[in-house]
Nanobody, 126 residues
Framework: QVQLVESGGGLVQPGGALTLSCSVP????????IGWFRQAPGKKREGISC????????LYEDSVKGRFAISRDNAKNTAYLQMKSLKPEDTAVYYC???????????????????WGQGTQVTVSS
């Protein structure tokens, strides 16, 4: 059973920064695409970033471009989402997902992801 564990969420003031981690033990993470998603209260889960299984190419949703950065450390089977210049509208539960398809892709479509973590809360408020 594949397990994903997010960490790093918390309360931060507007303009602040946080780094989220997604640990996927015993996964050979280098072969898979990782995606970060978020879900605010009353809203659908939205994809915000992914890093490809083939060449580590990345993709960002428009609202986070230039503020968020996705990365991975395959030796640690861990992916990261560095977030800066946080805004109140970034408040949400953040999830990482694992796309285990061998196809080379980096997608913000949740249906492409086979496994999910439990989520970590990020609250941006003064």
């Amino acid at each position: 059973q594949v397990q994903l564990v997010e960490s790093g969420g918390g309360l931060v003031q507007p303009g602040g920064a946080l780094t989220l981690s997604c640990s996927v033990p015993d996964s050979n993470l280098e072969y898979y695409t990782i995606g970060w998603f978020r879900q605010a209260p009353g809203k659908k889960r939205e994809g915000i970033s992914c890093i490809s299984n083939r060449d580590d190419s990345t993709l960002y949703e428009d609202s986070v471009k230039g503020r968020f950065a996705i990365s991975r450390d395959n030796a640690k089977n861990t992916a990261y989402l560095q977030m800066k210049s946080l805004k109140p509208e970034d408040t949400a539960v953040y999830y990482c997902g694992l796309d285990m398809s061998p196809a080379p892709r980096c997608s913000l479509w949740s249906a492409h992801y086979n496994h999910w973590g439990q989520g970590t809360q990020v609250t941006v408020s003064s």
